[in-house]
């Protein structure tokens, strides 16, 4: 049963997807600030945390920055309409999705879903060593990339970047994000590197199930045909 804390100061959304969540069989614990939260975290291990941006003590943005700086932990921004969420997701603040308020519980309950799924994929075929995604394989140890069963041959980064974007499909990465993972934190280039990569994946790849994505303003993404 995964457990999914809930930072927010308004009662009665604590208590409103509280009910709604245990009855789709999620365990459920609540935080009313920020500094609680941090504090529950660390306690009580959730497998998701449910972010509200305004809280008080420490605001959401905070937590979520502090959150990031030692755990991959997938967290869902509950947002206000009109917030920037194109800074809230992938960008500056690294949340894995949002929800604006004021939410459908239904909808809710789907983006936790595809969060855990998304966090929990890479750590499964981690173990087998072979990212599966439609009909591009990526055989990580050997560093090996097949599409329909063909070799394709990539240099170094463009492997590396490629298996970045692949370990977690439909993330939106920035190009800063993938520039760091892939070339290092102190490499000197600038973010047209990885656009250049990008292109030369694009066009080697013969794949008709997986695209890199374009996201106007923010970055890449890879998506998955199913
Ligand atoms: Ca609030």
């Not at 291990?45 to 979520?64: A, H, Q, T, Y």
């Not at 009909?135 to 063909?150: F, P, S």
């Not at 993938?178 to 000197?188: E, I, K, M, N």
Request: charged share 30%; aromatic share 6%.
């Amino acid at each position: 049963m995964p457990k999914i804390l809930i930072i927010e100061d308004e009662p009665s959304i604590v208590e409103f997807v509280t009910l709604y969540l245990r009855k789709e069989g999620f365990d459920v614990v609540a935080a009313r600030d920020g500094v609680e939260g941090l504090i529950m975290v660390k306690n009580q291990r959730p497998d998701l945390v449910l972010l509200d941006l305004m809280l008080p003590e420490l605001d959401g943005w905070e937590v979520c920055k502090r959150l990031r700086e030692d755990s991959d932990i997938p967290i869902i921004m509950l947002t206000a309409r009109g917030d920037d969420v194109d800074k809230i997701v992938g960008l500056e603040l690294g949340a894995d999705d949002y929800v604006a308020k004021p939410f459908n519980p239904r909808e809710l309950v789907a983006r936790i879903k595809a969060v855990l799924r998304r966090a929990q994929t890479p750590v499964g075929q981690h173990l087998k060593g072979i990212l599966r995604l439609g009909d591009l394989h990526i055989d990580i140890a050997r560093r090996e990339v097949r599409v329909q069963g063909q070799i394709i041959p990539l240099r170094t980064k463009e492997f590396d970047l490629l298996h970045t974007l692949a370990q977690y499909p439909g993330m939106v990465f920035t190009r800063e994000q993938l520039l760091s993972r892939v070339w290092g934190y102190d490499y000197a280039g600038n973010t047209r590197t990885v656009d250049v990569h990008i292109a030369q994946l694009r066009q080697k790849l013969p794949t008709t199930q997986v695209h890199i994505e374009t996201v106007w303003g923010v970055g890449y993404k890879l998506m998955v045909d199913t």
